[in-house]
T-cell receptor
């Protein structure tokens, strides 16, 4: 089945230790998104890629970076995680801008 | 500034009755609205959507109503089933704009519990 896969499902890192979260898709969608969701809050868009074009949200901290080496994969890099970065990170895809998103299961990040 | 709000964090309903989940938005440019359902340990999954040119869209037990003048939409589930117990997110986007990125803006979610 076509799907959005996120690895790992659970990630524990130490304060300040870089971490990379992975997302892959078999849907061949043009757009890939990264959302951050903290407990009982709305998912918050960090950035998205339309093909190779990167679009950063204005309030996304510089600590967060992303890479999309090919259509199928997208990575979220957190250069120096702080305690406030502990959250669920959701990857989503869409065929084109707007419309229906397909989400991965998320990666739960814990920062010690 | 939260553009999409779900003011009820939780809702409990008896099996077989109607569940009504509400969502308010502030951006009058939004023209496409969606509901997503999320089970624990899974990502959100698409449930139903509505364009601003409509005021109602129905899919089986699920109906979404849009009141543009009130900037309000609601999701009705009839009849509710225990398997409907999940977190429901309302989301909105702007599709008809040259500067549109199509990004979805989400509400905080409402946890629905359907009791047998």
């Amino acid at each position: 089945d076509a799907m959005v896969i996120q690895n790992p499902r659970y990630q524990v890192t130490q304060f300040g230790k870089p971490v990379t979260l992975s997302c892959s898709q078999t849907l061949n969608h043009n757009v890939m998104y990264w959302y951050q969701q903290k407990s009982s809050q709305a998912p918050k868009l960090l950035f998205h890629y339309y093909d190779k074009d990167f679009n950063n949200e204005a309030d996304t901290p510089d600590n967060f970076q992303s890479r999309r080496p090919n259509t199928s994969f997208c990575f979220l890099d957190i250069r120096s995680p702080g305690l406030g970065d502990a959250a669920m990170y959701l990857c989503a895809t869409s065929r084109d801008l707007g419309g229906r998103y397909f989400f991965g299961p998320g990666t739960r990040l814990t920062v010690l | 500034d939260q553009q999409v709000k779900q003011n009820s964090p939780s809702l409990s309903v008896q099996e077989g009755r109607i569940s009504i989940l509400n969502c308010d938005y502030t951006n009058s440019m939004f023209d496409y609205f969606l509901w997503y359902k999320k089970y624990p340990a899974e990502g959100p999954t698409f449930l139903i959507s509505i364009s601003s040119i409509k005021d109602k869209n129905e899919d089986g037990r699920f109906t979404v109503f849009l009141n543009k003048s009130a900037k309000h939409l609601s999701l009705h589930i009839v009849p509710s089933q225990p398997g409907d117990s999940a977190v429901y997110f309302c989301a909105a986007s702007v599709l008809r704009s040259s500067s549109n990125t199509g990004k979805l803006i989400f509400g905080q979610g409402t946890t629905l519990q359907v009791k047998p």
